[in-house]
């Protein structure tokens, strides 16, 4: 039986999902639960990469604050799969917007997001991740 190239498709953009949508209520967990041990992580306010899960979790977890996203634009979704089905990289774009003073939405961030899923002990488990803005920003941000 051959590789089911859509449905692991299927399968990465709906754990993608799943990790942001409780990033952006307030729970990390999803993503920081998900890294792979030998994890790489690419952070748009830091110079250098970061290598291993436990580096990756101190530092997002010391930036970290709940941005109290009220919706978000999954934007040009590509997932790309490897012949043998155990390796998959997803890249999209995301927009991201909270409420202003006036309960009004706006838009907090664009992002150019890249990650890459490896199946490990029959789990998918992100093996390097890496965010971008959009768009420029001016001081150290985490959400």
Do not use: C
């Not at 990465?12 to 990790?19: C, G, N, Q, R, T």
């Not at 949508?21 to 967990?29: A, H, K, L, P």
């Amino acid at each position: 039986m051959g590789v089911n190239k859509e449905e692991i498709s299927k399968t990465i953009l709906a754990l993608e999902k799943s990790f942001n949508e409780r990033w952006s209520v307030g729970d990390n967990r999803g993503y920081l639960d998900n890294y792979a041990e030998e994890i790489s992580y690419f952070d748009p306010i830091e110079k250098d990469l970061v290598v291993g899960r436990d580096a990756a979790v101190a530092h997002i977890e010391a930036i970290y604050s709940n941005p109290h996203i009220v919706r978000n634009e999954y934007l040009n979704p590509v997932v790309h799969v490897s012949d043998g089905g155990d390796f998959a990289v997803l890249a999209y774009n995301l927009n991201t917007y909270v409420l202003d003073d006036n309960s009004n939405e706006r838009q907090l961030r664009a992002w150019n997001a890249t990650e890459a899923y490896r199946l490990i002990d029959d789990e998918w488990r992100i093996v390097h991740s890496n965010w971008a803005f959009a768009q420029t920003a001016t001081g150290a941000i985490a959400s």
